[in-house]
C-alpha cells in the first residue's frame, strides 16, 4: 500500500544492499542469480514478490497457481516488502509486482532512472486508504467520523503507549502511511502506535467492536475483514492533486488508487508466458476478499484457495492466458 512522497511500507532500516546478504522471509536470498526466468519463450522459472499483506497474498496465490497448473511454470514466491522487491527486478530475484499502491518514487528510480522495471497494467482494484473506527463508536459518536471533532475525544484513545495522548493505531512499520504528518499537520492531540502488522490491526478492531472499546487507526480496502466487522471510515480534509507531494507536509486524506503491476524489464522481454499472464492479470475487490478470507479466516493454504477460486470462475482464469 503506497502512495507517492511517502513513507515507504518498508523501514530505512530494512534496505540493505541488493544481492550481498539481503534475504526474503521465506528464505529466498536477493541476488540468486540461479533464480532468472528463462528466456527461451517457455515459461520456466517465475520469480513472484510476495508484500506482506492478505490481499498481495490472494493476488499471488491465484497468479502463481494459474502459472503453474495451467501454463507449467516454477514459480518461486519471494517475501519480501515493497522496495526491497523493487530492487530485485535490476538483479533478476523478482519478475513481478502484482499490487503496487502509487509509489510514483519508485517508479521514478527503478523505471524512469534505472530503467530495471516497466509497468504491466492495472489489477482492477480500487485501493482506498484512511483511518477507521468500529462501528459501534461511530454510531455512539456520529460526529467523530470528521476529523475535526477527533481532540474532544483523545483522552478517550489514550493507552500506555501513547503518551499521554490519544492513540492513532497503524499496522505493521513498513506499511506506506502519511498518519505522523496528517497528525502533525492537522494539530490533533494524537500519536501514531504501530500494531506490529496486519493480523495484529484486524484483532484490535475485532476486540474494539466486540468489547466496546476506543480504538481509531489506519486501514484499507480491499479487505476481506470489512466484511465481518464493517469500520467506518473518517473524513480527513478532501484529498486534491499535489496535496500530498511533499510528504512532511500532507495535511489532507489519501486518494484512491488504481492498483497496477510492475515486472523487471528483462522479464517483460524473455518471451515467458508468465508474463503475459501477469500484464492479462486482473480481477475486482469482492474476487481479492473472497480468497483473502479463505486464506486469513478459513485457514487455507494459499494453493488450495487460489484452487477453489479457479475452479468456480473458470472464465476469469481463462481470460488471463489466452
Known amino acids: 500500500m503506497a502512495r507517492q512522497a511517502r513513507q515507504w511500507r518498508v523501514g530505512a532500516a530494512g534496505i540493505a544492499v541488493l544481492g550481498l546478504t539481503l534475504t526474503a522471509c521465506g528464505g529466498a536470498k536477493v541476488g540468486d542469480s540461479s533464480a532468472d526466468s528463462d528466456s527461451s519463450g517457455k515459461c520456466g522459472t517465475f520469480n513472484l514478490a510476495v508484500n506482506p499483506w492478505v490481499g498481495y497474498e490472494a493476488d499471488a496465490a491465484v497468479v502463481a497457481y494459474v502459472a503453474e497448473h495451467k501454463l507449467g511454470c516454477k514459480v518461486t514466491k519471494k517475501d519480501l516488502k515493497e522496495e526491497i522487491a523493487w530492487q530485485g527486478f535490476g538483479t533478476g530475484e523478482v519478475d513481478a509486482v502484482l499490487e503496487n499502491w502509487g509509489h510514483d518514487d519508485l517508479k521514478k528510480k527503478y523505471i524512469t532512472g534505472q530503467k530495471t522495471a516497466v509497468e504491466a497494467g492495472q489489477t482492477g482494484n480500487k485501493g482506498i486508504i484512511g483511518w477507521y473506527v468500529p462501528p459501534w463508536l461511530a454510531k455512539a459518536h456520529p460526529d467523530i467520523t470528521d476529523w475535526k471533532n477527533l481532540d474532544k475525544y483523545a483522552s478517550q484513545f489514550k493507552t500506555s503507549e501513547s503518551g499521554g495522548k490519544g492513540q492513532l493505531l497503524d499496522g505493521d512499520p513498513s506499511y506506506v502511511t502519511n498518519d505522523e504528518a496528517l497528525v502533525k499537520n492537522l494539530k490533533l492531540d494524537f500519536k501514531v502506535v504501530y500494531a506490529g502488522s496486519e493480523?495484529?490491526?484486524?484483532?484490535?478492531?475485532?476486540?474494539?467492536?466486540?468489547?466496546?472499546?476506543?480504538?481509531?487507526?489506519?486501514?484499507?480496502?480491499?479487505?476481506?475483514?470489512?466484511?465481518?466487522?464493517?469500520?467506518?471510515?473518517?473524513?480527513l480534509p478532501t484529498y486534491k492533486t499535489g496535496c500530498d507531494a511533499d510528504a512532511a507536509k500532507v495535511a489532507c486524506d489519501y486518494p484512491v488508487y488504481d492498483l497496477d503491476k510492475i515486472v523487471s524489464a528483462k522479464f517483460a522481454k524473455s518471451g515467458s508466458p508468465a508474463f503475459d499472464l501477469v500484464k492479462k492479470f486482473n480481477w475486482t475487490n469482492d474476487d481479492q476478499n473472497v480468497v483473502a478470507k479463505y486464506i486469513a479466516v478459513d485457514k487455507m493454504s494459499a494453493e488450495a484457495a487460489a484452487k477453489k477460486w479457479v475452479e468456480a470462475n473458470p472464465d476469469k482464469a481463462d481470460a488471463w492466458i489466452k
Not at 495484529?200 to 476481506?224: C, D, M, S, T
Open 199 to 235: 493480523t495484529a490491526l484486524i484483532q484490535a478492531y475485532r476486540k474494539a467492536e466486540k468489547n466496546k472499546e476506543w480504538v481509531i487507526g489506519y486501514f484499507y480496502e480491499p479487505q476481506w475483514f470489512l466484511s465481518e466487522v464493517p469500520l467506518v471510515k473518517v473524513n
